[in-house]
């Protein structure tokens, strides 16, 4: 099921006003078996979970069996038994935020007082931010604050993110922030 | 929220509240929609008519900021008209506590308040003691001194013409939301409220909450199908980023971080495992030490030993007392603090209160590492607006990272479903999954602490167990079970025996020795011997919508939390048309139940030995209608927001509350009826776009149908200015300002106020100056430096501005 830019605008104004029945996963049953077939033929089905607000609806993807790998096609899970297939505008909008091409694809450096990024190695970034941690850290490290206590950290890093990561990178950036001694670590739950 | 989405449609009355889900949860609505074609009453309360409002049976307004005034109100009509639900509140909530001679309210500040530091001291708020050192109680509720009749003494303030006079709200309105929303005190009666940011981003952010929390357990709310308190998150991961606690204060599963006065394991778990003298309360949290032990097994492995207190001071630990929020991280950042700072998925020049100070901090660092998806007013703060590049330090990194269906991992949803994604395509050039810039960039600094013999306090950079690759890559089912725990040796617990290695099958089985790991106490039981549960599609045939497997759900797959309180003292449901769970004569049956005990009573009546009061997670076993924890009272009172538009709060003679955050910085200005700034401004979200828009500013449809940076107000304000709809003009606040489409509708109203008209306006936050090029910037320029005094979430729905034509 392709939709098309005037089938999204009649649809998710609905959803937005709580009238979407169907949302963007809309019964389409004219021309659902074929388009059932053309997804079968020419694309791998997977499910996920919309990246936007916390309700979780459900999204199937379709990403092309060809030699490009791409996703070609997202839509309302209707067997979730959240949405049921419905979506509001952003989430019939993942295909356009997965196939952009204003996405980021390579690492970019800005040096100090420059104006203007470069394009570096991942090799190369990693490396010079892997310094930068082990520099500062090692020269704000404190073991014991002016009580004489124990604190065993550093006040010269501070972290905040992320809400848009999975249960697994949250529990990993938390583990490696506090390893190195942070203190300041938040993200969008606080704000 | 303590239910779940579709929960939504057993309710018989839903208020919306400091929420608009219509537009910015639209798919929350089908269960809203559920709910009301079966009979169920919708109340919209927001300061602008929204698209919720729309499809409600009763809308009304109140000024941004004094919600607490609006629900005391409430208090007071249910408690005087008698609407409360009797039995489920002397028996189930702390109603019948009867509090110490140091406790009492006078003139807007509670006792124990000590005005140099601005904090209070708790112990002013204790309970008198029984011999066993338990709350004493008066289950008829009248002693003078119960919480019951204080609340009473409390709320018979908060009269009509006095909230009326404070909210704008008419007095015939209020006393319909009243009427309608207090039906549900009746057994077999559910009410929900739906609340949002609209709630939290004010200085009296966690008792607007609180305020509604007790109005659900007077009316017997809590635990049942259709009520609750349901928080509408905002982001689709921001509940498990809050579980795994990416937050100063906390570690995995809600164990607090260790202050530095804590200087051993043994001081720490002592500190935070509480006590109980009553026999019939569980006190869950007496488990603390099990949970702790466990988390450090997760961070160090083997090598976390009882000998080493299992690498407790290999973490760093916080000044007692002291602050490290994000407000305070941002004031800290523009003193120059800081060297480094991690932005990772995260857009603080545009999130964050009073932006332009965030902006300039940014300024002030030796190195900055973003990372995102698009390029984002953080990331390239150095050449946005007022900016010199010539004259900044910072150095910055801006790294690609993939999109959700470009890698494989769960995501938890507002109610506290566990779900897992599933790759389906590679993400573009060299972009990667966040968990794999994670791994390779620990590695670097693994490696270079490795090399450096003289390295400072290398241990917990080379201990940190940090296996979780296969063939090279990130692997989040690696992690996934060890945030569920494993058993470290062959052990028999409760006469099951486990191996080594086995997966830990639900939190019951933690041990405080080290042989067992869980990286998150609250998700063991996700991941175990039987697989991945989160990853679970068997959808229910029949029921209340509880859906048990489908996905997995914390804790323990419990999808409505303190359901035992669903059920009488008999362990039968209040509402038999929609019942939680119910006690079978030998156990119960339902939804996973809060603790396997028998009911309270006995089928002769007597009582159950064996039982445990339902409020499980306090020490006391009862739910806290006096919260004697807060830091701003153990009763909501109505304060202004910081800055607000009136002179006099006509409930006390205390304006604001006393105990919130204010910063310093020259950049950190508070106006309160500052003629400059007249009218009440407030943020908000529309459908088309997400928080600071990074991840729909750059989508064609989604831009196209919100292209630019508007400001709403009523005709009545616009009529006042010479504005007209369309045009460009400025909205001003001491802080900063921005270019704004007007958009002149009635769907803001002038409220009256103390007698006199007070505007109000309101913008989206969602735009910034990256992209598009005329779309705007964000509004957080204007809001303030300030929050609520127990979360320090910024106070962004309440603030002063003023509107210009250009």
């Not at chain 2, 019939?280 to 976390?304: C, E, I, M, R, T």
């Not at chain 2, 990853?535 to 804790?555: D, Q, V």
Request: glycine letters at 8%; a positive charge.
């Amino acid at each position: 099921m392709r939709i098309s830019r005037r089938d999204f605008f009649k649809i998710s104004a609905g959803a937005a006003a709580g009238v979407m029945a169907f949302g963007l996963g809309m019964d389409l049953t004219p021309v659902k078996s074929y388009a059932q077939t053309l997804k079968i033929r020419y694309a791998k089905e997977s499910t996920t979970i919309c990246p936007y607000c916390a309700v979780g609806c459900g999204i199937i993807v379709h990403t092309s069996k060809g030699a490009d790998g791409r996703v070609i096609n997202t839509e309302g899970d209707p067997e979730h038994p959240i949405n049921e297939g419905s979506l509001c505008s952003k989430g019939a909008a993942l295909s356009q935020l997965i196939n952009n091409e204003n996405r980021l694809s390579t690492p970019l450096y800005r040096k100090p007082y420059s104006s203007s990024w470069q394009k570096v190695s991942w090799d190369w970034a990693l490396q010079k931010i892997a310094l930068n941690i082990k520099h500062t850290r090692d020269a704000t490290f404190t073991y014991k604050n002016g009580k004489g206590q124990i604190v065993n950290r550093t006040e010269g890093i501070a972290h905040i993110g992320s809400a848009a990561l999975d249960n697994e990178e949250c529990w990993a950036i938390q583990a490696m922030m506090r390893a190195m001694g942070l203190v300041y670590i938040e993200h969008q739950a606080r704000i | 929220m303590t239910n779940h989405w579709i929960d939504i449609k057993n309710s018989d009355c839903i208020l919306i509240m400091g929420s608009n889900a219509a537009e910015n949860h639209p798919i929350s609505f089908k269960w809203v929609n559920e709910a009301m074609k079966k009979g169920a009453k919708l109340i919209s309360v927001d300061p602008k008519f929204t698209r919720t409002s729309s499809k409600a049976d009763f809308y009304t307004a109140l000024r941004s900021g004094t919600d607490i005034a609006f629900l005391g109100g409430m208090i007071k009509y249910i408690i005087e008209n008698n609407k409360f639900f009797k039995e489920y509140l002397a028996d189930y909530t702390n109603a019948s506590f009867i509090l110490g001679d140091n406790y009492f309210f006078k003139d807007g500040v509670f006792s124990g308040f000590e005005p140099k530091t601005g904090k209070y001291n708790k112990d002013a708020w204790a309970f008198e003691k029984d011999t066993q050192g338990n709350p004493k109680k008066d289950v008829t509720l009248e002693n003078p001194r119960c919480v019951f009749q204080l609340l009473k003494k409390h709320y018979s303030r908060y009269d009509l013409q006095t909230v009326s006079d404070t909210t704008g709200t008419p007095k015939e309105d209020l006393v319909s939301v009243y009427e309608m929303y207090s039906s549900t005190g009746q057994r077999g009666k559910a009410g929900t409220i739906m609340y949002a940011m609209g709630w939290t981003q004010h200085t009296v952010g966690v008792q607007n909450i609180r305020t509604m929390a007790i109005i659900q357990l007077l009316l017997g709310n809590m635990g049942i199908a259709g009520g609750g308190v349901n928080a509408l998150r905002g982001e689709s991961n921001v509940q498990g980023s809050t579980d795994h606690c990416i937050l100063y204060h906390i570690w995995p599963g809600y164990l607090k971080t260790p202050k530095a006065s804590l200087a051993s394991l043994a001081a720490y778990n002592k500190k935070y495992t509480p006590r109980t003298n009553d026999p019939l309360s569980a006190n869950w949290w007496a488990n603390y030490p099990k949970y702790s032990v466990s988390l450090l097994k997760s961070f160090f492995g083997d090598k976390a030993t009882e000998a080493n207190d299992f690498g407790y001071n290999w973490l760093p630990k916080l000044d007692d007392g002291k602050s490290y929020s994000w407000l305070d991280l941002f004031d800290e950042m523009y003193k120059g603090s800081f060297s480094g700072f991690f932005a990772w998925g995260q857009n603080p020049a545009c999130s964050g209160a009073n932006s332009n100070k965030t902006r300039q901090a940014l300024t002030k660092l030796d190195w900055l590492v973003n990372v995102n998806i698009f390029d984002n007013e953080t990331g390239s703060f150095w050449k946005g607006p007022g900016m010199d590049p010539k004259k900044i330090k910072t150095e910055v990194f801006m790294l690609p990272c993939a999109v959700s269906v470009e890698k494989e991992g769960s995501i938890t949803n507002s109610g506290r479903w566990m779900q897992w994604r599933y790759k389906a395509a590679e993400p573009p050039g060299s972009a990667m999954p966040d968990g794999e810039i994670m791994t390779k960039l620990f590695e670097k600094v693994r490696d270079l602490y490795h090399k450096d013999k003289n390295a400072v306090f290398p241990e917990p950079v080379l201990n940190l167990k940090w296996d979780y690759t296969s063939k090279g890559s990130f692997d989040s089912h690696k992690l996934a079970k060890e945030i569920n725990g494993y058993f470290l040796k062959d052990i028999t617990i409760k006469g099951e025996s486990f191996k080594e290695g086995d997966l830990v099958p639900s939190f019951v089985y933690l041990q405080a020795d080290g042989s067992t790991s869980s990286g998150n106490w609250l998700y063991c039981n996700s991941y175990t011997n039987k697989g991945n549960m989160s990853a679970r599609r068997k959808k229910e045939k029949s029921g209340i919508g509880l859906n048990l497997e489908w996905s997995w759900c914390w804790p323990v797959n419990r999808r409505i939390i303190y359901n035992r309180a669903s059920v009488d003292k008999y362990g039968k449901p209040w509402n038999k048309q929609a019942p939680v769970i119910q006690w079978n004569g030998s156990k119960w049956v339902g939804d996973v139940p809060d603790g396997g005990w028998p009911p309270m009573l006995n089928p002769d009546g007597t009582p159950n030995k064996k039982s445990k009061y339902p409020f499980i997670m306090k020490p006391e076993g009862y739910a806290r209608i006096f919260g004697s924890g807060m830091a701003d009272g153990p009763f909501p009172e109505h304060y202004e927001p910081l800055e607000c538009p009136v002179e006099k709060n006509l409930f006390s003679s205390q304006l604001s509350n006393p105990t919130i955050p204010k910063y310093t910085t020259t950049m950190d200005t508070y106006c309160t009826c500052y003629p400059k700034y007249p009218f009440v401004g407030t943020t908000y979200r529309v459908s088309e776009h997400w928080q600071t828009g990074i991840m729909t500013r750059w989508q064609p449809w989604l831009l196209e149908a919100q292209p630019q940076l508007f400001v709403e107000m009523s005709t009545e304000l616009a009529k006042l200015k010479g504005i007209k709809n369309g045009e460009k003009i400025m909205v001003i606040s001491s802080r900063g300002e921005v270019k704004a489409t007007a958009l002149v509708t009635s769907r803001f109203k002038p409220f009256t106020i103390q007698g006199d008209v007070i505007h109000q306006i309101g913008l989206p936050w969602h735009y910034g100056w990256v992209h598009p090029k005329d779309g705007g910037d964000s509004a957080n320029l204007l809001t303030p430096s300030t929050g609520d005094p127990n979360t320090r979430i910024p106070e962004t729905k309440a603030f002063m501005v003023n509107v210009k034509k250009i």
